[in-house]
């Protein structure tokens, strides 16, 4: 028996009564299908209602060989009648990122010929991809139509039309689809083959914001919410910005020239220490005697282009292997070899053989890391 699905014709249908048809245990929970429901399946890019179905928790609905499939936390009888309740925030907040997007896309097509190839609505990300590239101007353009459509609050509508209306509509799709095909029209922008439950009309969208948006596959991926998630984002992005320009001691429009000089200071301050401990490596190297063959130093927190003067300022001296590492024995060491007499590459392939170091490098010098002890450095040296 095929499961009547209660949302094709009300969207707004937060409580129904239904027969369970059939109830098995598995892996995902109870997998229950009644003779009816207001539960929207997963389906279109979206993911299903929640909510309660007797005295148990629905947490997932599938369409499974052509039935309506509710995964619960409990057993119910076959036979039974059932009280059951749609999470009606999570449900709303659904319908108003759908219809968000009819909208934008919707805009998109009519004024740029985009065409919709991938939509994912999510608990926590909705991402709708078009098959052209659109830049910051473009973008920008639709959203702001997409909220005078908003505004405007034109009629949603969702119906079957019969197959000599159906023939006249030119209307998005995805997919062929086989069976009757179920059309949601915002009216004046957009008509769009979709299964999905829609707001009435556009004003209770709320507002569309896009959040950002990248190049995808030849074309471009735009991720935006509507509604109540833009505003729990809104009110996200307010309270870290008010953290930051009280952190930064400064009003909420100078923070970008305060972030700048910020940054601009430590930078310098990092080359100045830099050179404080080019310097102290460097008065450290001369320290040793030049009749010294071989030198190693262990050091901490060196940067690589110290570290290759260094050795440089210690191959001058030393006709052995001069060698600096940087690092500790809990995170590892970076390093740097160097010689006038010794083969640094194949040292370096002796380090990676034994103590599995990740390095390269010619015969005069050669550099990489290596997470071992000191001791064991030394010993291998």
């Excluded at 471009?220 to 833009?230: H, N, S």
Aim: glycine share 8%.
């Amino acid at each position: 028996m095929k499961t009547i699905a209660l949302y094709d014709n009300d969207a707004f249908l937060r409580e129904f009564e239904a027969q369970v048809e059939s109830c098995q245990e598995s892996e995902k929970g109870y997998r229950v299908v009644l003779n009816q429901t207001a539960f929207f399946p997963e389906q279109g890019g979206q993911t299903s209602d929640i909510g309660l179905l007797g005295e148990g928790k629905v947490i997932d609905v599938q369409v499974e060989d052509d039935e309506i499939v509710h995964y619960c936390d409990r057993a119910f009888e076959v036979g039974a009648t059932l009280s059951g309740i749609i999470d009606w925030h999570h449900r709303f907040g659904n319908m108003q990122q759908h219809t968000g997007e009819h909208i934008f896309t919707g805009l998109a097509h009519n004024i740029y010929g985009a065409e919709n190839v991938g939509f994912h609505l999510s608990d926590n990300t909705v991402t709708l991809d078009l098959n052209i590239e659109l830049d910051d101007t473009q973008i920008a353009f639709i959203e702001r139509l997409a909220n005078e459509v908003v505004a405007a609050d034109v009629p949603v509508k969702a119906y079957y039309p019969d197959e000599a209306s159906l023939a006249t509509l030119e209307y998005r799709s995805k997919k062929e689809i086989d069976g009757p095909i179920r059309i949601v029209e915002v009216e004046g922008i957009d008509f769009c083959a979709c299964c999905a439950p829609h707001v009435k009309s556009t004003g209770q969208v709320g507002m569309v914001k896009v959040t950002s948006f990248e190049k995808y596959k030849g074309g471009v991926r735009v991720y935006f919410l509507c509604g109540l998630r833009a505003l729990k984002d809104y009110n996200r992005r307010m309270d870290i910005l008010s953290k930051a320009y009280q952190l930064l001691n400064c009003q909420e429009d100078e923070i970008p020239e305060k972030i700048t000089s910020i940054m601009k200071n430590n930078k310098q301050l990092n080359y100045d220490i830099s050179e404080i401990k080019a310097k102290i490596l460097l008065d450290k190297i001369q320290a040793y005697p030049s009749e010294l063959a071989d030198v190693t130093i262990f050091t901490e927190d060196i940067d690589s282009k110290n570290m290759r003067d260094g050795v440089n300022a210690l191959v001058e001296k030393h006709s052995g292997l001069c060698a600096i590492f940087s690092g500790n024995d809990d995170e590892g060491y970076n390093f740097v070899i160097g010689s006038r007499t010794r083969d640094c590459k194949a040292i370096a392939t002796g380090l990676r053989e034994l103590l599995g170091a990740k390095c390269g490098g010619s015969p005069q010098m050669a550099q990489g890391s290596i997470n071992a002890t000191r001791s064991v450095i030394e010993q291998t040296l």
